[in-house]
C-alpha cells in the first residue's frame, strides 16, 4: 500500500532498526518504545489484520522466536508480552516487548472499562461464537 509506513520500512523507503528478516517477515526495533527492545514484527506483504495473514501460524513462530531470543539476549527481560490491537498502523503487526515484573507498563485491558454481562448474555454470546465455530 502506497501510504502504509510499514511497507515503506520494507521497501527501505524509510529507515529502520532491522533485528530479524527472512523471506516473509521483518521484525524491527519500535521508534515509539514502551520498553527497552520494544520490537515490531510485520509480514513484508501489507495485510490489515494478524488474522488476515495467510501463514497466520508462521507469524506467530517468528514472534515466538524473536520473543526467545529477545529474552535469552542481554537485555535479559523477565518476560515478553505480545500486544496485537492493530489500530497505530493498518498493517498486520505483532509488537514484541520486553518486560520486567516491576515496569511501568498497564496491561492494556486492564485499562479499559469491562462489561457487565448477565449470565443470559454469556449463553447467548457463547452459542454465536460456537454456531459460527462449527459451521
Ligand atoms: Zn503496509
Redesign the pocket.
Known amino acids: 500500500?502506497d501510504n502504509?509506513?510499514?511497507?515503506?520500512i520494507?521497501k527501505g523507503e524509510i529507515p529502520c532498526h532491522k533485528v530479524y528478516e527472512d523471506d516473509n517477515f521483518l521484525a524491527f526495533l519500535d521508534i515509539n518504545p514502551i520498553a527497552i527492545g520494544h520490537t515490531l514484527l510485520?509480514p513484508k506483504?501489507?495485510?490489515r489484520w494478524v488474522y488476515d495473514s495467510p501463514n497466520c501460524g508462521e507469524f506467530w513462530q517468528v514472534a515466538q522466536k524473536i520473543a526467545i531470543d529477545i529474552k535469552n539476549s542481554a537485555l535479559n527481560p523477565e518476560y515478553i508480552s505480545f500486544i496485537t490491537m492493530g489500530n497505530e498502523?493498518?498493517?498486520?503487526h505483532i509488537h514484541i516487548i520486553p518486560r520486567n515484573l516491576d515496569d511501568s507498563i498497564q496491561p492494556a485491558l486492564k485499562s479499559i472499562p469491562h462489561l457487565q454481562l448477565s449470565n443470559e448474555k454469556f449463553l447467548e454470546i457463547n452459542n454465536i461464537i460456537k454456531s459460527s465455530i462449527n459451521k
Do not use: G, L, Q
Not at 502504509?4 to 515503506?8: D, E, G, R, S, V
Not at 498502523?89 to 498486520?92: D, Q
Open positions: 500500500m502504509c509506513i510499514f511497507c515503506k520494507i510485520v506483504t501489507h495485510f498502523v493498518e498493517h498486520a
